[in-house]
């Protein structure tokens, strides 16, 4: 189930909030329990038993972790070994047997299992949440239908963003309910709801069009990477948009996960607007331990590299992937030794076109399939693959979805938000956005009645 299908929309949500408000407040989090048990096992029922077997050993290593001080440390590791190694091998065994193959004589066999959705996102809330007892940064929950309604909480169990338990401690016991704050949740959600299927939808379309086409040109490659770039960060962003829609109607309050990514004026910026629960999460879990940059300065260089390496295997078991994270990892070590001082000083929109030439060529590395097509597709932009510069073909997609790529631009950027937070005292302002919210909840529900099932980017993950 995703949350951009009817199924979701107009009956799991609508009974799900009828449930919880008519319900006791000491019952609440129980029916969010047994609705994101139902939400996961409507997409994922032969891994069910999976998330509940992994809620359970959460449950039982935090009371170790908690009762036995002196052990604590060797219950962690156990823990953790424990866990990662659920991720290792659903979502790793058979990119690690691939690469053992190339260097055995006896092959081994492939393992036929299917990746478990979402099973990124929660892995990482356990380990946070085991680091953290450990660190006493938070209390052990001992009331395991609480833990497991935070780990399996549905607005963010399938694609994030990453919610720590420290951030939601407090509200699993006592959060508030108002009006405005539910208000404000769907309001978010229906700009989620929007930036999913209006946007990253659509140029989704275009960019099956692209890789589909016989007649490639420079313009097809430019068309390609910019609208691939559109399309991820108003698909993931719409997510993250409608997960903290959600958890408002439930009362709940997430941290922001993107903060106007492709406004940043460097690479080491990028990341800090960019999918910033993920980012926050490896400083805090692996960059820090590892010593960070307290660190010699070979050491501290070595930290960066295994964290992107290991940010870029998070999001996928392939070497693409793995190139990816190693890419960033190189750019934020040259900005950090050479680059940082200068950027600072030339243009704020030359910085940025430096920053967005980067993360677009980023982003054909992330959606290759192979090395080869990753090579193709960047040398692509600059004319290396002898192709010619326009073709009739990209012309005529170009005019077809310049206003949808001019409208993802503006979209990517504060100045609409901007632009109405001036004009909030207006009467006329606070009138017509529950009609245009409207307008974009009904043109939405009809794309998604007549257009094709079209998952999260992120479900992969």
């Known amino acids: ?22 319900v006791p407040n000491k019952f609440k989090n129980i029916v969010l329990l047994m609705a994101s048990l139902v939400f996961y096992f409507y997409g994922e029922p032969n891994y069910i038993w999976l998330i509940i077997s992994s809620i359970i050993l959460t449950y039982i290593f935090g009371r170790l972790i908690d009762q036995y001080k002196k052990q604590s440390k060797i219950w962690l590791i156990l823990s953790i070994v424990t866990i990662i190694g659920l991720l290792i091998y659903f979502k790793y065994i058979n990119f690690i047997i691939e690469n053992l193959n190339l260097i055995r004589y006896h092959k081994i066999s492939f393992v036929y299992i ?8 929660y892995v990482f809330q356990m380990v946070s949440y085991l680091v953290d007892v450990y660190k006493q940064k938070a209390k052990v929950q001992k009331n395991i239908l609480k833990l497991a309604m935070y780990i399996s909480l549905f ?25 405005e704050k539910f208000s404000l949740g769907v309001r978010r959600f229906i700009i989620g709801l929007g930036k999913k299927v209006l946007i990253a939808d659509v140029l989704g379309q275009l960019n ?3 890789l589909g086409s016989n007649e490639m040109s420079v313009l097809y490659y430019w068309l390609y990477a910019i609208s691939g770039m559109l399309q991820i960060y108003f698909d993931f962003s719409g997510y993250s948009d409608m997960a903290i829609g959600l958890g408002k109607m439930f009362g709940f309050e997430f941290l922001e996960n993107f903060n106007y990514p492709y406004m940043a004026t460097s690479i080491t910026d990028f990341w800090r607007r960019w999918h910033i629960s993920l980012s926050s999460w490896f400083r805090d879990y692996v960059y820090i331990p590892l010593g960070g940059n307290q660190v010699s300065k070979i050491k501290w260089l ?39 001082k200068q950027l600072k ?14 993360v677009m060529i980023s982003f054909i590395i992330f959606n290759a399939d192979s090395v080869t097509s990753m090579l193709q597709n960047i040398g692509g932009l600059f004319g290396i693959n002898k192709v010619p510069l326009v073709s009739k073909e990209s012309i005529y997609y170009l005019k077809s979805y310049f206003m949808m790529i001019v409208i993802g631009i503006i979209g990517s950027t504060p100045i609409l938000k901007n632009r109405i937070s001036t004009q909030k005292a207006n009467k006329w302002i606070n009138c017509i956005e529950p009609i245009v919210l409207l307008f974009i909840l009904i043109i939405s529900t009809s794309y998604i009645i007549d257009g094709s099932f079209s998952p999260f980017l992120y479900f992969r993950f």
């Open 1 to 22: 189930m995703v949350f951009s299908s009817i199924t979701f929309l107009f009956y799991f949500l609508p009974i799900v909030l009828a449930i919880y408000y008519m």
């Open 114 to 121: 299917a990746l478990p959705i979402g099973i990124s996102f």
């Open 155 to 179: 607005p963010q169990l399938i694609a994030g963003p990453i919610v720590r338990y420290t951030t939601i401690e407090e509200q699993i016991e006592k959060r508030s309910y108002t009006f």
């Open 208 to 210: 099956t069009i692209i």
């Open 302 to 340: 070595r930290n960066i590299l295994i964290v992107w390496m290991l940010t870029g295997l998070w999001h996928g078991a392939a070497w693409n992937f793995v190139i990816w994270g190693l890419y960033f990892g190189i750019l934020l070590i040259i900005e950090k030794l050479f680059l940082e």
């Open 345 to 358: 000083k030339i243009p704020v929109s030359l910085a940025r076109i430096y920053t967005l030439l980067i």
